[in-house]
């Protein structure tokens, strides 16, 4: 199973992005699908999970982040509004097939104030 994450970049604080992650190589189509993320020195963190039917936020994102999925396309979205310098980390796809539980290479979003 690959994932394939894009769209990390640096934006300024108040601003947008959209990540994605594109799975593939699995015969089983994917149960949750969605985004963690980790600062340096501290644990990764979930940040919004797209189970089958619907969504876990962590507290610090509701109301400025949203995840969707491209079920046909095995896609998974986070469309982040109103970024703060504290959304700067390296964000992480995970996917979790029957088979497993797979996670991206990440992708750094910084917000410069």
């Known amino acids: 199973v690959q994932l394939v994450e894009s769209g990390g970049d640096l934006v300024q604080a108040g601003g947008s992005l959209r990540l994605s992650c594109a799975a593939s190589?699995?015969?089983?189509?994917?149960?949750?699908m969605g985004w963690y993320r980790q600062a340096p020195g501290k644990q990764r963190e979930l940040v919004a999970i797209?189970?089958?039917?619907?969504?876990t936020y962590a507290d610090s994102v509701k109301g400025r982040f949203t995840v969707s999925r491209d079920d046909a396309k095995d896609i998974v979205y986070l469309q982040m509004n109103n970024l703060k310098t504290e959304d700067t980390v390296v964000y992480y796809c995970?996917?979790?097939?029957?088979?497993?539980?797979?996670w991206g290479e990440g992708t750094q979003v910084t917000v410069s104030s």
């Open positions: 995970y996917v979790r097939f029957d088979c497993g539980k797979y």
């Open positions: 190589g699995s015969k089983f189509r994917p149960d949750d």
């Open positions: 797209s189970h089958v039917g619907d969504s």
